[in-house]
């Protein structure tokens, strides 16, 4: 995947989650063999992951601003969080 590039939200969620688990693989393996074009690597991928979890926060948030709007316009309740009845 490049920089830029973006998925679909669940894809973006698995590729995330394999990059991240890749990333601290390598920097275990990093710090043991004292490797650090290993350690860099880790630094590099770490746009990428802040990348995907931006994008998948910006699409939750769309997400949850469309439910309320349908429940809205559906049943004319306003809904908020922390709300004890519904």
Known sequence: MQLGQKLDGSLALIFGGQVTVNMLKDSINGY??????????????????????DQI??????????????????????IKHHQDSE
């Open 57 to 78: 926060l910006r699409e939750l948030i769309t997400i949850m601003s469309i439910d309320r709007t349908t429940i809205f316009m559906v049943e004319g309740r306003v």
């Open 32 to 53: 043991i063999n004292e490797d650090t074009a290993l350690a860099r690597s880790v630094c590099e991928r770490d746009s990428i992951v802040d990348g995907l979890a």
